[in-house]
């Protein structure tokens, strides 16, 4: 190829793309002499050939890949997972997603500590509570209520042994029915 000709190859006029109106591309070939249009023809013709033997030569490694894939047992899905998995190992050494995990990591540490200083104020706000003056004699109002209906409170006796207690005495009562049931 001459100079000339290599420039008119690299000039920038546009080249018609697929669909394009032929009619567009007359004032392009006008300029060119019938040698230099020759030279392109061939120079196409070339590039088509080659594209060609390109696509047989990646359809042939692709059956050769295929057989080789089923040679070693490798399926569909196999592939899937280790094409997840790559994906998100890909993933996870990008600067992006380490930034995003450090990020999230410290914003969940910054949470954590702020749940737990508000359970602590929660807390420490619910002593200050059972401290006060006002539900201490709430709760002396309650004792003497409780006594007055259910009798003089038990030495030592809270609610938890009350509970014991009946649960006790529900168990008896059942198993002395089912004997009694027996004995009939």
Known sequence: MDPSSEQDLLSSDAVPEVGEDVAATVNMTENLSEE?????????????????TLSQVLAAKERHLAEIKR???????????QNITKG??????TS??????ETLSQAGQKASAAFSSVGSVITKKLE?????S????FE???ENLKSKVGGVKPAGGDFEEVL???ANASATETITEQIQEETQ
């Not at 006002?134 to 004699?137: G, P």
């Open 128 to 132: 200050d509570v059972k401290n006060s």
């Open 36 to 52: 230099e249009q020759e030279e392109l023809r061939k120079e196409l013709a070339k590039v088509e050939e080659e594209i060609q």
């Open 164 to 166: 014991n207690s009946a």
């Open 88 to 93: 998100w190992q890909d993933v996870t050494s």
């Open 134 to 137: 006002t539900f201490k004699s």
């Open 96 to 101: 992006a997603y380490k930034k995003t995990s």
């Open 140 to 142: 002396e109002k309650v």
């Open 71 to 81: 040679k070693l047992g490798i399926n569909s899905l196999q592939e899937l997972r």
